[in-house]
Nanobody
Framework: VQLVESGGGLVQPGGSLRLSCAAS????????MSWYRQAPGKERELVAARGSVGGFTNYADSVKGRFTISRDNAKNTVNLQMNMLKPEATAVYYC???????????WGQGTQVTVSS
């Protein structure tokens, strides 16, 4: 199983970034795909989640209206479009795959996002 994130970097406040996660080694379409983040000294928190085929989307209140999660089950990818970024979004962002009703729960290695002028 592999989850490989990309797209992180340094961006100014108000800017945009698009994170991507390429998945392999499991039945991607069956899994809930999520993005989490962890800022220094803080607990990891859910940013956005997207269900499997025809499933739900869920966003943290702090990112609603600015972030969009999307998935392509044909390409085994999940993306996070982040707009109007704020300094408090600075964190390591992690891709997560979870199969409901099982213990299967996979994490990527993380990608750093820094929002600073």
């Amino acid at each position: 199983v592999q989850l490989v994130e990309s797209g992180g970097g340094l961006v100014q406040p108000g800017g945009s970034l698009r994170l991507s996660c390429a998945a392999s080694g499991f039945t991607f379409s069956s899994y809930i795909m999520s993005w989490y983040r962890q800022a220094p000294g803080k607990e990891r928190e859910l940013v956005a989640a997207r269900g499997s085929v025809g499933g739900f989307t869920n966003y943290a209140d702090s990112v609603k209206g600015r972030f969009t999660i999307s998935r392509d089950n044909a390409k085994n990818t999940v993306n996070l479009q982040m707009n109007m970024l704020k300094p408090e979004a600075t964190a390591v962002y992690y891709c997560n795959a979870r199969l409901v009703g099982s213990t299967f729960n996979f994490w990527g290695q993380g990608t750093q996002v820094t929002v600073s002028s």
